[in-house]
C-alpha cells in the first residue's frame, strides 16, 4: 500500500525558513516522481516542486525557484522540501504527492495518483 506523511509546516516570519518532510511507504523512489503541492485559501492547488529519482531530475515553479530547493533520502524513505526566505505569500497547506512515472514530474496535481495529508505553513509579514 502507498502512504505518504507530510509534516514540518508551521508558522515562520517573512524571510524565515522551513523544512518539509514527506516519508513514503510501499514504492521505491527509482519507480516514481515526487512532487509537493500548495494550496492557499481560494486559489488553485498549483505544483510547486518535485523529483525524479530515476532520471535524477528535479523541477521547480518559477516563483520558488532559488528559494526551494527538493531532495531525497533514499534510505529514510523520505523527500524534503527545504524552503528558505519565505514569504507571506508561501501561506498555504503543503501536500506531497507521488506518481508512478519515471519522466518529467512537473505536471498539474491531478496527474499525481497518491496524496499525503496537507501540512500548513503559515509566513507572517
Known amino acids: 500500500e502507498v502512504q505518504l506523511v507530510a509534516s514540518g509546516g508551521g508558522l515562520v516570519q517573512a524571510g524565515g525558513s522551513l523544512r518539509l518532510s514527506c516519508t513514503v511507504s510501499?514504492?521505491?523512489?527509482?519507480?516514481?516522481?515526487i512532487g509537493w503541492f500548495r494550496q492557499a485559501p481560494g486559489k488553485e492547488r498549483e505544483t510547486v516542486s518535485c523529483?525524479?529519482?530515476?532520471?535524477?531530475?528535479?523541477e521547480y515553479a518559477d516563483s520558488v525557484k532559488g528559494r526551494f530547493t527538493i531532495s531525497s533520502d533514499n534510505a529514510k524513505n523520505t523527500v524534503y522540501l527545504q524552503m528558505n526566505n519565505l514569504t507571506p505569500e508561501d501561506t498555504a497547506v503543503y501536500y506531497c504527492?507521488?506518481?508512478?512515472?519515471?519522466?518529467?514530474?512537473?505536471?498539474?496535481?491531478?496527474?499525481?495518483?497518491?496524496w499525503g495529508q496537507g501540512t500548513q505553513v503559515t509566513v507572517s509579514s
Open positions: 523529483i525524479s529519482s530515476r532520471i535524477g531530475s528535479t
Open positions: 504527492a507521488a506518481d508512478r512515472r519515471t519522466y518529467y514530474c512537473f505536471t498539474s496535481w491531478n496527474e499525481y495518483e497518491y
Open positions: 510501499g514504492f521505491s523512489f527509482d519507480d516514481y516522481a
